[in-house]
DNA sequence: ATGTCCATGTAATCCGTTACATGATTAT
DNA sequence: ATAATCATGTAACGGATTACATGGACAT
């Protein structure tokens, strides 16, 4: 039954799978997939250079990416990674599975579970950085989408991105509402 | 104090603050923990019952927790953790330790950006399956609201947990609300 | 008969973070 | 001078997931 499921489908992987995503778009190096981590897919799924370089070495393993070296002068060479015809396959039985729930994990929400082993000054600085996150995130996420989707006359892959963006910004701003409630509920405790 | 404790301690292991947490409100079975963090704390922080058991094993060995098993007839004896002194101490400098940002990894916003590599019907089940999960987790946060927090004479305890599950709740009533959208939009480039 | 609950874990493997390591170019 | 950018990684360790393992009680 699941396990079944499982295993015709391959591995979990996320993040092979998502670094092959982002070979789709074009060949990249290393060094222009972890800036691709760390901005646009990031927003959705975060990884480090270091997990990207050995999660490369794997996909190269496994044919699903071929790598080649580009001389440069001046600088480190670079190594360009282009998927293979396997790993489009890897691609689209990965669009086929099911997907998990995002695994919910917030040091902020167990702190206020557990408000009576607390400093409670300090949680409500903690609360007031966090909201300052939220909101810098949610600004961000509206440039991007003023520079880059606000057109009619997007592709299918932009309309694609465009709604990840949408619910990115929605869930932020609901984030910045909602710790302001928090914050006045904290503060009508400690008074 | 046991500051040089904390020092030894590491830097990351919120799981074993999450542990001690529980153990603050009372003496716990690594099984009751283990459901535990199936359902209440585990709403903020979750991890299973192999992660719990491993966790209480090193906060024995670093003297956090003091464990004494209990006989039983027809069952497995139980085995019962209890925080120590030293284990307190940890909870209290935890709390003063800044907050990271929740890590976000959400493979149904992946497949969204990669929309192109993707089989849309697909994802249009996977987007109305999501749905349906925060629909349920939202009634679940909601039972619990009525049943065990809408009374006005809370204890600063339970009035933490109010806070956090309010905020549970207002993120899954805007899930499935920006996941409506989200399924509107999918409908449109489809056409 | 079948499955779920109780209650404990081990083993293998993969994911994620921190620190370390190199070394030229370019901007302040 | 100093720091940032470009560009590649390795090593060590801890966190998370999956599978495996045991075995009685009790309900359908």
Redesign the pocket.
Known sequence: MH?IA?RFFG???A??EAILVCLTDRPM????L??TFDASIGFFW??????V?????RLRDKGLVESREIE?S??????IHTITGAGEDIVHLWSLKPCRMP?V?DELLVKLYALDNVDIPVLHEQLDIRLDQHRAKLAAYHRIKEKFYDGQNLTRAQKGKLIALTMGISNESQMVKTLGKAITMLGEIDE
């Not at 190096?29 to 222009?32: A, C, K, P, R």
């Open positions: 396990i499982y591995e979990i992987m993040l092979a190096s290393g060094y222009d972890a800036k975060r990884a480090s250079h270091q997990q370089y050995r999660e490369l070495a440069q001046g600088r480190p060479n670079r190594i695994s994990k």
